[in-house]
């Protein structure tokens, strides 16, 4: 009979070595993961589902696209002269009108009875000039019938004064009946001419009376003739031809002066009215051209004036047609337009794309040749249109 021997069992058998080294092999992966993998992160990505646009150096305009409102080059607006209410109409909205023809009709009873009082006026004025007239004339016939008497008196006197001086000298007759010979002749030669000055005095007198109201009555008849022009005025007439794009009066209407009532088109040529953001409003000067794109033609417009107030983040410009006019073009369309702020020169550009609002423009993915693989790259932009970035640094 044997003994029983004990068998020591080993440490390390394989199965547990082999364990082990795939804990530790595991191990080092993720310590090489993180370690070294730390500040490069990877991502794979399926390449059709990415953006790949080639950096170019070309030709580049800045530009900014702006919404413009084709509008008449010329209009005008049709007030009320004079207020009144609408009795009839003559002319509808969107008709083709020549210059002179009536467009409405205004009543205005006030404006009747003002004439008729200052016409009423007028014809009583007009009464006392010819009665005062009528007196002046009388009156110098009658100054003339007294001066005529003193003249004849007056040589009545004379002839005796002068028989007298000679009968005188041969005492003939007495000193007192010379002497009162004397006086009377004297007399008569005062006597005439206080007649003249008087009549003088009463002629000017009453020849400015005339004058006076000579003078009313012009001024009665110029403001009559202007207040007859008022009520022409009433009859509202195209001061243009053109088209009456608008008209604002129905029959029954009051109008008060200076009211609104309409407006003429001339559509001859046109102007684009544009409005853009503020913040360009250093950038957009006179002079400056847009295009767009108008029944598969390109056109060229220009800025022809700028308004400088800002009303709600937008200021406004003018712009006309640059060349050649398109054919067809109607008041009230819309266009789309690119208005160029530069000059064109050549640039790195890169095509606008989704990155720009990722990453501020700040930085871009450059993939390499074989484009299995993209790499993080800083750079900056600058200028910008609808189709491509400016840029200055990076690429």
């Known amino acids: 009979m044997g003994m029983d021997r004990t068998i020591k069992k080993k440490k390390w058998p394989p199965k547990r070595i082999a364990t082990y080294a795939a804990i530790a092999a595991f191990v080092v992966v993720v310590l090489y993961l993180f370690l070294f993998k730390l500040n490069k992160s990877t991502l794979n990505v399926e390449k059709d589902r990415l953006t790949i646009s080639t950096v170019k150096r070309e030709p580049f305009q800045e530009f900014i696209p702006v919404m413009g409102a084709v509008e008449p080059i010329d209009s005008y607006h049709l007030d009320a002269v004079e207020g009144g209410v609408v009795e009839e109409v003559f002319i509808e909205s969107g008709t083709k009108i020549a210059k002179g023809d009536p467009i409405l009709r205004l009543e205005n009873t006030d404006l009747l009875m003002n004439i008729m009082w200052r016409e009423s006026e007028m014809f009583q004025t007009q009464n006392n000039l010819r009665n005062t007239q009528l007196s002046l004339d009388q009156r110098r016939l009658t100054l003339s ?12 006197s004379k002839r005796t004064y002068d028989r007298y001086s000679e009968l005188i000298k041969e005492q003939l007759i007495s000193q007192h009946q010379y002497e009162l010979a004397k006086d009377e002749y004297e007399y008569w030669i005062k006597r005439r001419d206080l007649t003249i000055e008087s009549q003088k005095n009463d002629i000017e007198f009453r020849g400015n ?5 000579d003078e009313s009555l012009r001024r009665m008849q110029e403001n009559l003739a202007i207040i007859k022009q008022k009520l022409e005025n009433l009859v509202l007439r195209a001061p243009i031809s053109g088209f009456l794009t608008a008209l604002d009066a129905e029959i029954g209407q009051r109008k008060n002066p200076g009211q609104r009532l309409g407006q003429i088109d001339v559509l001859d040529s046109f102007r684009v009215v544009v409005g853009i953001d503020e913040h360009w409003i250093a950038r957009v000067e006179e002079g400056r051209i847009g295009t767009f794109d108008f029944s598969g033609g390109s056109y060229e417009l220009f800025v022809s004036r700028k308004y400088m107030e800002v009303r709600e983040g937008r200021f406004e410009v003018d712009m006309l047609f640059n060349g050649e006019k398109p054919v067809g073009m109607t008041r009230g369309m819309t266009l789309h337009i690119r208005l160029n702020l530069g000059d064109l020169e050549e640039a790195i550009v890169l ?4 990155f720009f609002q990722t990453t501020g423009g700040n930085w871009v993915y450059v993939v390499d040749a074989e484009e299995t693989l993209a790499v993080k790259r800083r750079i900056r932009t600058n200028r910008y249109n609808t189709q491509v970035y400016e840029v200055v640094e990076g690429l």
């Open 209 to 213: 009376q005339v004058k006076a109201l």
């Open 351 to 354: 095509a606008r794309g989704g």
């Open 145 to 156: 019938q007294q001066l005529a008497q003193v003249d004849n008196s007056l040589a009545q």
